[in-house]
């Protein structure tokens, strides 16, 4: 028997105007969280009405599937793009909804066989409405059936060219027309706040960013090497920071702007050119804290990577957390540059972070720094100065900028994993 090819054509609003169009989104971990569920849920939601501003959609339905139906696929790849920087969901798809019945959704399945043109396939069906007379293995012999009635195309259950999902919900059945990963990771503002130090290279945006899809909401420190620096790399991270307000468009962050020119300047007089980068990082630790008291934020985040760059390394490290009063959170630690560039490539910031700047770190320091500054030394330059009271001026000449919020796509650049 000759193989018959469906012959349905065009986008889905065209071809069922009776099943509606729809992304259905399901929660990932969030969904676990005992009796924290509901806090975790609702603040998942917030967060997801915040990523849709301005786009035709509402959301649905409760628990850990929502439904937001949508006119058309134009404004369900709209929606997905912006879901994808939701943290909470584990995926996203694009269905098409209609009636609870094996021959309507067949109907309706013949959009993916359109664009596919599969050689086998395999129905794939959950059942939330466990009330449904038929089970799920029984709705896919018939939903295959139905199929095979209209394409003669043959079931593989091992290795499918098409895998067709169907879910049976209350009321509707949801057909699959595209599956799109989630952001996964928890909903922004369930782990507390954080204040992340943005200097306006590649590691730390990234930083900010796994901080976040770990619930931290993030606010953004950078630290300028004024008066003797040009306002460069603040004009970087301040772009950086507008990208990183996608990913909490319910409450996006301010970027404190701290001159820290001054206070390196000081540091430097005291001290050995070997040691004096890992005494700023000392010191940016303490305004880092200061700033962090008034903004409530309860840890502080970096873009370090062990044994990146001398500053890095595990005995500079901890002199570094040895001079912070909050938790420095480095979720970069084990990565290496490369996974760092693709990272940041997947946003679309990375040729932006490559832009030539003068980084304030480097201010007054020597080519050669040491890999273990001896905690002797540290203490000795520090006790020429008072580096609290220091701390305090930073945090309180610390200047807000408001970087907004970018919801457009994401362009992701060609060295992207």
């Given amino acids: 028997m000759a193989k018959a090819s469906p012959t349905v054509t065009g986008t889905g609003a065209d071809v069922h105007p009776e099943a509606p169009v729809c992304v259905l989104t399901k929660v990932g971990e969030a969904s676990l969280k005992g009796r ?23 959301v649905q339905s409760g628990g850990s599937v929502l439904v937001i139906p949508v006119n058309d696929e134009l404004a369900a790849d709209e929606v997905a793009s912006r879901i994808e920087r939701v943290f909470g969901f584990a995926t996203a798809s694009v269905c098409l909804r209609c009636e609870r019945d094996s021959e309507r959704i067949a109907d309706v399945a013949m959009l993916a066989f359109a664009r596919r043109r599969p050689e086998s396939f395999a129905v794939r069906v959950r059942r939330r409405d466990k009330t449904f007379p038929l089970t799920s293995q029984d709705l896919e012999r018939e939903i295959g059936a139905a199929i095979q009635r209209r394409t003669a195309l043959p079931v593989d259950l091992s290795t499918p060219a098409l895998q067709l999902r169907v879910e049976l919900d209350v009321g509707y059945a949801y057909v699959h027309v595209r599956e799109i990963p989630g952001a996964g990771g928890l909903p922004v503002g369930t782990s507390g706040k954080a204040v992340s130090l943005l200097s306006g290279g590649i590691d730390s945006p990234v930083a900010s960013l796994l901080a976040m899809k770990r619930g931290l909401e993030v606010d953004y420190l950078h630290f300028s090497g004024e008066p003797y620096l040009d306002p460069t790399a603040t004009t970087k ?181």
């Fill in 237 to 417: 991270a301040q772009a950086q920071a507008k990208v990183l307000n996608g990913f909490q468009a319910a409450r996006p962050a301010a970027m404190w702007v701290v001159p820290f020119g001054n206070q390196q300047r000081m540091l430097s007089a005291v001290s050995h050119e070997s040691h004096r980068i890992v005494l700023y990082r000392r010191q940016m630790a303490r305004v880092g804290c200061a700033l962090a008291r008034r903004l409530g934020a309860s840890a502080l985040v970096t873009g370090d990577s062990l044994g990146q760059v001398s500053s890095q390394t595990l005995p500079n490290m901890t002199s570094v957390d040895d001079a912070s009063e909050l938790p420095m959170l480095r979720p970069l630690l084990t990565w290496d540059k490369r996974e760092v560039m693709a990272k940041a490539a997947s946003l679309g910031i990375l040729s932006l972070s490559e832009l030539p700047a003068d980084d304030a770190c480097p201010l007054f320091a020597g080519a050669k720094q040491r890999t273990a500054v001896p905690r002797g030394d540290l203490l000795e330059a520090e006790a020429q100065l008072d580096l609290d009271e220091l701390a305090e001026t930073g945090a309180d000449s610390a200047r807000r900028v408001e970087p907004g919020v970018f919801l457009g796509r994401l362009e992701r650049e060609s060295r992207a994993g």
């Fill in 36 to 58: 924290n569920r509901r806090h975790f849920l609702e603040v998942l939601r917030r967060n997801l009405k915040a990523a849709l501003a301005g786009v035709d959609a509402r």
